[in-house]
């Protein structure tokens, strides 16, 4: 069914202006009996520009911004862009609130014309591609119930990442992620998608979440004995 809509879409729109963006699933989360959160992934980004498309007159001010908005030096920016390849990576898994304020700035950059548009088509732009690049697992409580909890890793046969021992591998099959989703629609000049009744979205199905029956503040009292 999805092949025969896409079909459809990409007949009724011209290639270029389609965008499509993945909505990586994450895995569950994992809880104490106490409803303390153990276990849980949190998405990060990776920051890409076309430095070809930066106007020449204004690479200064696009390498200030980006400092002022990160934790880089303007120098750093500017030597990233000071290169012949087509597509140069700026900023390396990041977090959902810099991405946020990132996006912000991409609008203001091209605002101020930082971008040229691809081969004078004032409908196409490259501005800064922040995409998703994958998902963390973090464990709030660091060592605690560490050997319970278990671990994860990236398995290269499978090609996917997996729990290895304790409860991350016991309840494997349930707290994977089901299955990534996408959203494919016309984009805007900025290159992002425009929502209306032709857009087509598919939600992403997480893995479920597992609740423990161990008292976390008990097991932290019996660890101090």
Request: avoid cysteine; charge should be positive; aromatic fraction near 10%.
């Amino acid at each position: 069914m999805d092949k025969k809509i896409s079909l459809l879409f990409q007949q009724e729109f011209p290639k270029s202006q389609l965008i499509t963006k993945t909505d990586l699933a994450i895995r569950g989360r994992i809880y104490s009996d106490d409803n303390y959160l153990l276990s849980y992934n949190h998405k990060v980004y990776n920051v890409t520009v076309r430095p070809q498309y930066i106007n020449e007159n204004k690479k200064e001010l696009f390498a200030t911004l980006l400092s002022i908005y990160t934790d880089k030096a303007k120098s750093y920016f500017l030597k990233r862009i000071d290169t012949n390849r087509s597509v140069v990576l700026l900023l390396k898994e990041i977090k959902f609130n810099q991405k946020t304020r990132l996006e912000y700035l991409s609008k203001v950059l091209t605002l101020k014309k930082v971008f040229n548009s691809v081969n004078g088509n004032s409908n196409l732009i490259y501005g800064l591609d922040i995409y998703e690049k994958k998902s963390v697992r973090k464990y709030p409580f660091q060592d605690s119930l560490e050997p319970v909890l278990g671990l994860i890793r990236y398995n290269k046969e499978l090609k996917k990442v997996m729990g290895t021992i304790g409860i991350e591998r016991y309840y494997e099959e349930i707290l994977r992620p089901k299955q990534n989703g996408y959203i494919k629609g016309v984009r805007d000049v900025r290159n992002n998608i425009i929502y209306d009744s032709s857009t087509i979205v598919k939600p992403r199905i997480d893995g479920d979440n597992v609740k423990l029956n161990i008292d976390f503040v008990l097991q932290k009292k019996i660890e101090k004995i």
